[in-house]
């Protein structure tokens, strides 16, 4: 098999896998144990609808869904979803740059005071500007398939060091059970479903596979294969971190949580398993980071088109993506002045919306006639899964923004 067919599908992982991630399925892992692992499949068979829900329409029409909304729905939706846009940019580049700084410190054994935070994450944030505008796509994608060799195999290695129980494994992966935790065990499940993988950057799907060259519709079943290859890929990433968060001691969250799971690895198994899984999570921010800074401002130019159908190669080269890239690097590195736990806030909630809207997106442009070919739109199925993942990501984003702002 040509490895360049999954390249796609592993760029939305990579980018989709970052602090968040992490620390939701550690944290699970911690108070919930390997009981909820059917949880990691669950969600990532979800993600994995939504993200072929939208190639299914860029394949048949030829158009990017964000395009096709634009054009289909008018000027309330070009208003509404850049407001949000905006917004999420702000944020997920916020909870980024810092956690790159405090990932970089912790690496090197340094205290992530914030003037060393605002260093590291400053640097890691011009170090992926370089990168994407002097490397080209090419250099990105190989950069990236460096990335995803530390993560997974640091997150594997690790969890395999540890020796768990693999009867319990099994039978958390087949098995849906919630155990108790004091009243918290269900929104736990939800984040873990919810959490791990992207929320915007489903969108940048699109992008990737018109840098690969798929335009027809025949080449929908590369991209199942593709898209099946890297959920695949994000299932395995955070079933090997709830392993991992099963052998967690300590109150921390977010990156604090990392940063017991290393050193608590470190006198588990050895100081190697603590620098291996430093690196490792590392390595799933920094790229995280990098897939946002190469696509987002894609995203950006399609949503300025307005449904216009822009030539994708004069797209690429418009003035507006450099500036939106340079803008996202920098203008973020603000929240560098309040606690990584209010930025992170900021962005959990933010990010909860978007799953609930795209389903509703789906489940409108994919069904509607005289919008999609006939022999290309949802099925009776494909619709009963994305009603369920709106209900399921509805309550889900209630819940997470009730907590995160004290309701």
Same mark, same amino acid.
């Given at each position: 098999?040509?490895?360049?067919?999954?390249?796609?599908?592993?760029?939305?992982?990579?980018?989709?896998?970052?602090?968040?991630? $992490?620390?939701?399925? &550690?944290?699970?892992?911690?108070?919930?144990? #390997?009981?909820?692992?059917? =949880? +990691? %499949? /669950?969600? @990532?068979?979800?993600?994995?609808?939504?993200?072929?829900?939208?190639?299914?329409?860029?394949?048949?029409?030829?158009?990017?869904?964000?395009?096709?909304?634009?054009?289909?729905?008018?000027?309330?939706?070009?208003?509404?979803?850049?407001?949000?846009?905006?917004?999420?940019?702000?944020?997920?580049?916020?909870?980024?740059?810092?956690?790159?700084?405090?990932?970089?410190?912790?690496?090197?054994?340094?205290?992530?005071?914030?003037?060393?935070?605002?260093?590291?994450?400053?640097?890691?944030?011009?170090?992926?500007?370089? $990168?994407?505008?002097? &490397?080209?796509?090419?250099?990105?994608?190989? #950069?990236?398939?460096?990335? =995803? +060799? %530390? /993560?997974? @195999?640091?997150?594997?290695?690790?969890?395999?060091?540890?020796?768990?129980?693999?009867?319990?494994?099994?039978?958390?992966?087949?098995?849906?059970?919630?155990?108790?935790?004091?009243?918290?065990?269900?929104?736990?499940?939800?984040?873990?479903?919810?959490?791990?993988?992207?929320?915007?950057?489903?969108?940048?799907?699109?992008?990737?596979?018109?840098?690969?060259?798929?335009?027809?519709?025949?080449?929908?079943?590369?991209?199942?294969?593709?898209?099946?290859?890297?959920?695949?890929?994000?299932?395995?990433?955070?079933?090997?971190?709830?392993?991992?968060?099963?052998?967690?001691?300590?109150?921390?969250?977010?990156?604090?949580?990392? %940063?017991?799971?290393?050193?608590?690895?470190?006198?588990?198994?050895?100081?190697?398993?603590?620098?291996?899984?430093?690196?490792?999570?590392?390595?799933?921010?920094?790229?995280?980071?990098?897939?946002?800074?190469?696509?987002?401002?894609?995203?950006?130019?399609?949503?300025?088109?307005?449904?216009?159908?822009?030539?994708?190669?004069?797209?690429?080269?418009?003035?507006?993506?450099?500036?939106?890239?340079?803008?996202?690097?920098?203008?973020?590195?603000?929240?560098?002045?309040?606690?990584?736990?209010?930025?992170?806030?900021?962005?959990?909630?933010?990010?909860?919306?978007?799953?609930?809207?795209?389903?509703?997106?789906?489940?409108?442009?994919?069904?509607?006639?005289?919008?999609?070919?006939?022999?290309?739109?949802?099925?009776?199925?494909?619709?009963?899964?994305?009603?369920?993942?709106?209900?399921?990501?509805?309550?889900?984003?209630?819940?997470?923004?009730?907590?995160?702002?004290?309701?």
């Amino acid at each position: 098999m040509n490895l360049r067919i999954i390249v796609p599908g592993l760029l939305m992982a990579m980018t989709g896998v970052g602090v968040g991630d $992490l620390a939701t399925s &550690g944290f699970a892992g911690m108070k919930l144990g #390997v009981a909820v692992l059917w =949880a +990691v %499949l /669950l969600g @990532a068979g979800f993600k994995y609808l939504l993200t072929e829900g939208l190639t299914r329409w860029q394949l048949s029409t030829g158009e990017t869904l964000l395009s096709g909304a634009s054009r289909h729905l008018g000027k309330p939706f070009f208003i509404l979803f850049g407001i949000y846009f905006i917004l999420w940019s702000y944020f997920v580049g916020a909870a980024l740059i810092s956690a790159c700084g405090v990932s970089a410190a912790a690496l090197i054994g340094m205290s992530p005071t914030p003037a060393i935070k605002a260093v590291f994450g400053l640097g890691h944030s011009f170090l992926a500007v370089l $990168l994407i505008i002097y &490397g080209g796509y090419r250099f990105f994608v190989r #950069v990236m398939e460096a990335c =995803a +060799v %530390l /993560l997974f @195999a640091a997150v594997v290695i690790c969890a395999l060091a540890i020796s768990p129980d693999w009867g319990a494994v099994i039978s958390g992966l087949t098995i849906p059970t919630i155990p108790d935790a004091g009243g918290q065990e269900l929104s736990w499940v939800i984040a873990l479903m919810g959490g791990v993988g992207g929320t915007l950057t489903i969108l940048c799907y699109g992008y990737w596979i018109r840098e690969e060259g798929r335009n027809k519709w025949d080449d929908l079943k590369l991209s199942r294969l593709d898209l099946a290859i890297g959920y695949l890929l994000t299932a395995l990433f955070g079933i090997a971190m709830v392993i991992i968060g099963t052998y967690a001691t300590g109150s921390g969250k977010g990156l604090g949580l990392i %940063l017991d799971i290393g050193n608590n690895l470190g006198l588990q198994i050895g100081s190697w398993a603590q620098i291996f899984f430093l690196v490792g999570a590392w390595g799933a921010i920094f790229s995280s980071l990098l897939g946002v800074w190469q696509a987002v401002p894609m995203l950006f130019v399609d949503w300025m088109d307005r449904g216009g159908k822009c030539d994708w190669d004069k797209q690429k080269k418009d003035q507006w993506q450099k500036i939106y890239l340079l803008l996202l690097a920098t203008i973020p590195a603000f929240s560098l002045l309040f606690e990584f736990k209010m930025v992170q806030k900021a962005y959990s909630v933010f990010g909860a919306l978007f799953m609930p809207f795209l389903a509703i997106l789906l489940l409108y442009m994919n069904n509607r006639k005289g919008l999609i070919g006939k022999n290309h739109r949802n099925g009776w199925l494909t619709n009963g899964f994305l009603i369920a993942i709106l209900v399921f990501f509805a309550w889900a984003s209630w819940l997470q923004i009730s907590k995160k702002l004290g309701l």
